[in-house]
């Protein structure tokens, strides 16, 4: 819509004073410097450093004009660019000779400037939903020399409230008997009035850094955050929250099951097990691998089907104070081979009817473990850096990597997620992950670590929207966690959902109509973000009818995140940077692959001796102290919620003795289904 409002600003005295000096100096204008200045803030908030902004010129340059009645005035686009590397001095001279540059071209009316771009230029299209050529303006007026008396009739200038605006933002000035005075007027559909005024602070702040000769520092220095912004982001990042003294998972877990004993807590199918059940099967699994010799530090391979045993299996291994290796059966035979050897899993449990060829590791069958008489298990003394499980993700070199993921973090998570979004003991949850997708440890760690109840789902099931939907009703289940996709085959299915529900979306950006779909169907729908290197999800937000843009939220407990640009410093509040996540959910990196975790686990500048995470991901602070996705700094799409490195599935193609060049994309064949595409260049020859 074309809805505005405006945030006033009044520059001081003393810094328009000192401004006039510096243009004058430089044998330019304030119009300059001003002008200048507010290109200076668009690229700091568009992350462009080619920008086009507009201005208005009277019309008449002509003598023979002056006395003519009319409206003359004609907009002016000047293009101006700029290196963050650059002193201001520099710029200044830029704007300058770009401005008499376009002075001379002054008699083209904007609206023949349009029409031919439209017309002649090759990808250049009118799009009605936003102003042509610029979306940002700039007007300055100097008044100082008017009358402010016509004979006996005095008048002044009323500043006039503007509830429309043409452009997506615009900067003006009138400098005259009150000062130089103005207003940022903008576009309500793209601004918060808070993030206006944020944008009228940091302008007014360039500007007096300027009035005191900072005119030749890089312009990136004339940018720092504020000091009232640090402190609002202190603020926001501060999520601080006490947990267990004992940094052992299976003591936590242990002691939640302690608690819940003999009640329900797992079905599948015909099957239910209470927590009690659970333990003893994880003490019979425990024992049998300490018989095998797995001691602490130990990586086991679960390479296992949907079942209690599944769950069982996990517990058993961290009891015995081994850590887990997820391995899908459902993924192909040479990845899995791949995980283990570079793991160096020391034992594999494995399902009787679905054994892994291994030949480079020993094996235990889950039936075996099972079948093995208990001993009781001393309690384990636990390292700030004991593993809780090895995941694999996509790999841009080709092979997936593991990241290792310590179990004080999985007590960091558990504990966050038990307040909020929230669960409770008279919970029912579906779980629908495979256990090779991090955020399984929701599903089946959260219900044993407060008494829920947990419904494990076949993955046939899972996929299919009709049976997953019978499933639902037919358990009266109330809480899900599933990425877009699998919220979207359930919708198709007809299922209604209820008041009742809490539905957790993640794994991928959740979009617009799909949140919508889903807010009348549940009670209340959660957005969750993290990367699997900062265990599981980092940030959260109930989603709310009618908000617009989807948000991520804000961090988890004991979690900061920080919005850096390419130099690692932190940008304002409503510019968009990298996304870097700090504080007890990040990982101990990747295993046996130092380079790429010194590379994306940075030091963290405010916790000694920890390390932050990058996470990759564009995204911004909003003004209203909630975070946002904006997509990918490099390849790295989100498909089904599975994290996919282009560069792996290329470096496969590449292989094939018939391909010279191959590169992979998503390609979205409805708005609702996206696929992998790979193009490819065939090598001479080639059949």
Request: hydrophobic fraction near 45%; aromatic fraction near 6%.
């Amino acid at each position: 819509t074309g809805d505005g409002d405006t945030a006033w600003l009044r520059v001081p005295s003393g810094t328009a004073d000192a401004l006039r000096a510096l243009a004058q100096r430089e044998g330019s204008t304030l119009f300059t410097v001003l002008l200048s200045a507010w290109a200076v803030l668009l690229h700091q908030l568009s992350g462009q450093r080619d920008i086009v902004i507009g201005t208005p010129v009277r019309g008449r340059n002509l003598p023979e004009l002056e006395s003519v009645m009319g409206f003359f005035v004609n907009a002016l686009p000047l293009r101006l660019q700029l290196d963050p590397a650059q002193g201001f001095r520099s710029l200044l001279q830029a704007t300058r000779s770009e401005m008499i540059d376009a002075i001379g071209c002054q008699d083209v009316p904007f609206e023949h400037l349009v029409r031919v771009l439209s017309a002649s230029v090759e990808g250049v299209r009118r799009d009605t939903s936003r102003f042509p050529i610029y979306q940002a303006f700039f007007s300055y007026q100097d008044a100082r020399q008017r009358p402010c008396r016509w004979g006996d009739l005095a008048h002044a200038n009323v500043p006039v409230f503007q509830p429309a605006a043409a452009q997506d933002v615009a900067l003006w000035f009138l400098d005259g008997a009150d000062g130089l005075v103005g207003g940022l007027n903008y576009n309500t559909d793209i601004l918060f009035a808070e993030t206006a005024q944020l944008l009228v602070e940091r302008y007014l702040a360039m500007l007096a850094a300027l009035a005191k000769q900072l005119h030749d520092v890089p312009l990136r220095t004339l940018l720092s955050v504020t000091a009232a912004e640090t402190e609002r982001l202190t603020a926001w990042n501060d999520t601080a929250s006490p947990l267990p003294a004992d940094g052992s998972l299976s003591g936590y877990l242990d002691n939640a099951i302690a608690r819940h004993g003999e009640r329900a807590l797992l079905r599948h199918g015909d099957t239910a097990i209470t927590h009690a059940e659970l333990s003893t099967q994880a003490d019979r699994i425990a024992t049998s691998l300490q018989d095998r010799g797995i001691a602490q530090g130990a990586i086991v391979g679960l390479h296992l089907q949907r079942s209690p045993a599944m769950l069982a299996a996990m517990l058993g291994v961290l009891r015995a104070g081994a850590a887990y290796l997820p391995l899908d059966p459902g993924f192909p035979a040479e990845r899995l081979k791949f995980m283990v050897e570079d793991a160096d899993a020391a034992l594999v449990i494995d399902d009787s009817d679905h054994m892994l060829d291994l030949a480079s590791c020993r094996r235990l069958a889950l039936g075996v473990a099972l079948a093995a008489d208990a001993k009781p298990l001393q309690p384990l003394e636990c390292s700030d850096d004991a593993l809780a499980y090895l995941i694999y993700t996509s790999g841009s070199t080709g092979k997936p990597k593991g990241v290792r993921v310590p179990q004080r973090a999985v007590i960091n998570f558990l504990e966050s997620m038990r307040r909020s979004p929230g669960l409770d003991a008279t919970s029912r949850l579906a779980a629908v992950t495979t256990l090779s997708f991090d955020i399984a440890v929701l599903e089946l760690l959260l219900p044993l670590a407060v008494g829920a109840e947990l419904i494990l789902v076949d993955r046939d099931e899972a996929s299919d929207g009709v049976a997953l939907r019978s499933l639902l009703e037919r358990h009266q289940v109330d809480t899900m966690q599933a990425t877009p996709s699998t919220w979207r085959l359930l919708l198709e299915s007809g299922w209604r959902g209820g008041p009742q529900w809490k539905a957790l979306c993640g794994g991928e950006a959740l979009p617009v109509d799909l949140a919508e779909a889903l807010l009348p169907r549940v009670g209340a729908l959660w957005n969750m973000y993290g990367p699997t290197e900062t265990t599981v999800w980092s940030t959260c937000v109930q989603i709310r009818p009618g908000q617009g843009d989807i948000v991520v939220g804000r961090p988890i407990a004991n979690t900061q995140v920080h919005v850096l640009d390419d130099e690692g410093t932190p940008v304002p509040i409503g510019v968009a940077g990298e996304l870097v996540i700090a504080g007890a959910g990040v990982t101990l990196g990747y295993h046996q692959r130092d380079d790429l975790t010194d590379e994306k686990f940075i030091v963290d500048p405010v916790t000694p001796g920890a390390r932050m995470y990058r996470t990759g991901d564009l995204g911004r602070w909003r003004s209203d102290g909630q975070l946002q996705h904006l997509g990918r700094l490099d390849q790295q799409i989100k498909l089904r919620g599975y994290r996919i490195e282009t560069g792996e599935i290329e470096s496969v193609l590449a292989r094939h003795p018939d391909v010279a060049q191959a590169v992979v994309v998503a390609a979205a064949r409805s708005s609702e289904d996206a696929i992998l595409a790979a193009y490819i260049v065939p090598r001479a020859g080639a059949g």
